[in-house]
């Protein structure tokens, strides 16, 4: 895809509950082909921003556009994932007692059902795939292992696996690092730029380490509203932001 060109557009964007606006004015333009970090404090309005362009909130006002002209507050939040947004919750939900490779093709069958996917022959375009995403999450060792056995980290890891088998144009991850290693946190960093090589990754992150490693441009969020955006070490620097984090 072109680089450059607009794949997430909010403009304007509000949401208050009873009466407390916890999104303020947003706006946010991620391009197609970027990776995005937000930051912010607690209570910032990270969680509800990423409700909001995954269709489990709607707002009160302003705009909310994916890959052009798709008003997303016109969608409910299943429509918005077949569209090809992709979400990671903090907390891995991986099934426990099935093998890595499995969880994969669980993911990746989607509609098809479990029962055609587990007892059926995979086409060869299928086992590709899985190979693939195998490779890109660090799992080709552990492929026939229980996820169970897989550390916190590999189920974070096998969790963005299952997400990609769904081939999302654009990729939300909430804290991937969260209870990982130092060694996982450092390569969680290279796995999510190999995948913004070929899509939009909207990271919401409070380990500044990672952020770091990411270097990626960031937004910082705070009432609702854009503190600051830039290059880490800019909005690091911004006497605003340090006022907010060290104001908490
Ligand atoms: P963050 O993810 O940055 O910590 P949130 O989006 O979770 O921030 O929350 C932003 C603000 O909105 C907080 O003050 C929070 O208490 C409030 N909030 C979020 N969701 C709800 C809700 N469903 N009902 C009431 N208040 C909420």
């Not at 309005?45 to 707002?59: A, L, N, V």
């Not at 169970?148 to 081939?167: N, P, T, V, Y």
Request: charged share 25%.
């Amino acid at each position: 895809p072109p680089r450059g060109e607009t794949l997430l557009y909010l403009n304007g964007v509000t949401k208050s509950f009873d009466g407390f606006k916890a999104i303020n004015d947003l706006s946010l333009v991620v391009a197609r082909g970027e990776m995005r970090a937000i930051i912010g404090p607690n209570g910032a309005g990270k969680t509800t921003m990423m409700d909001i362009i995954t269709g489990k909130t709607r707002p009160d006002a302003g705009e909310v556009y994916f890959a052009g002209n798709t008003d997303l507050t016109r969608h409910d939040e299943a429509e918005i994932a077949s569209m090809g947004i992709g979400r990671k919750f903090q907390k891995p939900t991986v099934f426990e007692s099935h093998t890595v490779e499995d969880n994969l093709v669980l993911a990746l069958s989607g509609q098809r059902g479990i029962f055609s996917t587990l007892f059926h022959k995979r086409s060869e375009s299928d086992s590709k795939r899985i190979d693939t995403i195998l490779e890109t999450v660090r799992l080709t060792a552990k492929r026939h292992l229980p996820a169970a056995d897989l550390s916190h980290g590999q189920k974070q890891w096998l969790e963005i696996g299952m997400l990609l088998a769904q081939d999302p144009e654009l990729l939300l991850v909430d804290e991937p690092v969260a209870g990982m290693t130092d060694a996982e946190t450092e390569e969680t960093a290279k796995l999510l730029r190999e995948i913004a090589e070929t899509r939009s990754v909207v990271v919401v992150e409070h380990d500044m380490h990672f952020v770091r490693a990411l270097g990626v441009k960031v937004t910082c969020l705070h009432e609702g509203h854009v503190l600051a955006e830039g290059p880490l070490d800019q909005v690091s620097a911004d006497p605003r932001v340090i006022e907010v984090y060290l104001g908490r």
